[in-house]
């Protein structure tokens, strides 16, 4: 049994590492705010430690006594991080680091670090990306993303701190907020349920690989105390799927003939992105997929269950 710490242990994909992590016998804490909300987490037996991610003494405790530091915590997204670049600097690199730091003091033994598969490749026109292709983000989210992955290697050389970076592609499903602005699938959920338009951006190419937070989270908990071969990894599910693919996957699953609104995609949005996650594969095994309907309908029905929360 090993002893680890979630940072953003109350977030979508940070709630289903809790419970993956519990039911893999593991001793959890889970770390966030929780300010708002009861935890969104179901497993039994978690420490919940309440903190502020921007606090240097929080993370400090947070990490004191643990083993293994899970960081999926962001203070921005994608389009918070396009509108102000420098408050992805100021708080998710810069406080990224402190919790570094923190996590090299308290002799971590791996810290896990939730990078993007999604932005960080850039607009390189290729099939699908594997974690010897060139990261070339163009989004301020992207290249905050890297910054990190180089203060990975930095920590490494420098106080032995030992990591692993996962490039995570689009993670969709149950406990994502449809009222934020990340995330096509819930989003557009949440919208074909309260009777309005979906809104597209772009004429529908777009390509992106889709993984349900649950299949992600089970391709993460087998990671942990393994000496793994390399230090980064792509995690998603492999197989691409377009805008128009994905709103033909909710008439499908709703059975409404829902409008589609088209808006300009931003400058910075990449056509295809889809990861090759080979290198996952022949260390852990192939991990069985939810299909892309079944995803879609469980995150569905948790959305109806919840609209007039």
Known sequence: ???AVVIGANGFIGSHLVDSLAAAGHSVTAFDRFSSQNPTFTAPDVRVLQGEFLSRSDLEGAVDGQEYVFHFLSTTSPATAESDPTLDIRTNVAQTVELLESAATAGIKRFYFASTGGAIYGPQGQAEYAETDRALPISPYGIGKLSIEHYLHYFKTKHGLESTALRISNPYGTRQKPNKKQGLIPIALRQISLGRPVIRLGNGSMVRDYVYVEDLVRMVTPM?????????????????YSVTDIINSLRRVTGIDFAVEERPAP????????????????????????ELDEGVRLTYEEIREHQND
């Open 1 to 3: 049994m090993a002893k």
């Open 224 to 240: 942990v105390g393994v000496d793994t071969e390399f230090d980064l990894y792509n995690l998603g599910s492999g197989i691409g």
């Open 267 to 290: 400058p910075t949005f990449v056509d295809r992105v889809v990861l090759d996650t080979e290198r996952y594969r022949s260390e852990f095994g192939t991990a069985d997929m939810t």
